[in-house]
Every structure is written in C-alpha cells, then in structure tokens.
C-alpha cells in the first residue's frame, strides 16, 4: 500500500492474500493461520524502490510488512517495520466486508483508509477522494454510509485504545543482526 505509488484516481483497491508472493520487489513471504486469522509476513528486497505514506517511508530494502486479517472484526491491518526492526505505523484500509476463500482472503477498499503512525498519530486518509466518488454517484450510497461508519468506528476504538487488538498493536519483530553489523 502506498499513497506515492498509486494513481490519484484509483477506486477500490483489491487486496488479496498472498499477494506479496507474487510482488517482484518482496522476498521472503509467509502466511499463517490461527484459527480463522490469517498472518502474513513479507520483507522487501535489497532492489525495493522506496515507498512513503503521508510523509512516512513504509517500505524500503529491508524493510518488513504483516498483514493481519481480522474475520471477527471485518478488518484487515498492514503494520510496517524498518529494517532496524522498528514499527513504523498501521494501515486500516475502510473496506468491503472480507470474503474468505479456500486458501485466504480478499477485500477492496472504499478509499478511505487510516495511518496510525508509531507516535500514535491518527491521520485520515483520501477524504477529497473519497468525497469527489459520493458526489460523482462511483460510490453507491450503500458503500458510502458503510465507509462513512466504519472510519468513525475505527477512529473511536483507536481512542478508547480498543482497537487495533492487542495481537496486532503489541506485534514486534527482532531483526537477525549480521556479524559485521554488530561490530
């Protein structure tokens, strides 16, 4: 997900698991399920372009990627870590209810999405957007209230601290330091 590398007109962006195995710029894929949860776990390769989402770089050599898909909440999340390790922040793309499939998931979103950065920053994203699809009838009414909804939903569990589940808000990664790295 990135806001510099897609198209400024772009309406619904699919997302699908298993995806990232198929991104020549990742290496490193996995997936896991718990139960209905799927966990997916990329890294980006020593040739990734950089990528950036309001004013953050999310992906770049080194650089890993989860998603989580949430069946019991309808939602999926994208936590991004730097290459040190670092959580960098949470993607929540306001989506089409998650469609489970024989071998994973897949959902498009309607536009509007949240960066939850790692100050804890909540930022709403593709409002002009999203605004410009309602006036313009490419979004129905239907998906409009259901986006509208769901981004208040989501930023009032933010607030209250309720959400993202504590499997996700407290997920972190230990980078494996090299030798010469640690030296």
């Known amino acids: 997900m990135s806001e510099t590398v897609q198209s400024p007109n772009r309406l619904f962006k699919p997302f699908n698991s298993g995806e990232w195995s198929e991104n020549a710029a990742m290496t490193d894929y996995r997936a896991e399920w718990f139960n209905s949860l799927l966990v997916e776990r990329a890294a980006w390769t020593d040739q990734a372009p950089t990528v950036e989402l309001h004013d953050t770089v999310i992906g770049a050599p080194g650089f890993v990627w989860f998603r989580f898909w949430l ?96 499997l996700v808000r407290n997920f972190a990664i230990a980078m494996e330091k090299s030798i010469s790295r640690s030296q």
Do not use: H
Request: overall charge negative; charged content about 35%; aromatic content about 10%.
């Open 71 to 166: 069946p019991d909440l309808d939602q999926m999340v994208e936590k991004y870590f730097n290459a040190d390790g670092a959580a960098i922040g949470l993607y929540l793309p306001v989506c089409r209810p998650l469609q489970r499939e024989d071998r994973g998931y897949r959902t498009s979103d309607l536009i509007l999405a949240i960066w939850y950065n790692a100050d804890k920053r909540v930022f709403v994203l593709r409002e002009e957007e999203f605004e410009e699809g309602v006036r313009d009838q490419r979004i129905s009414t239907q998906e409009a209230e259901r986006a509208e909804t769901r981004i208040r939903e989501l930023t009032a569990a933010i607030f209250r601290e309720e959400f993202p589940p504590p």
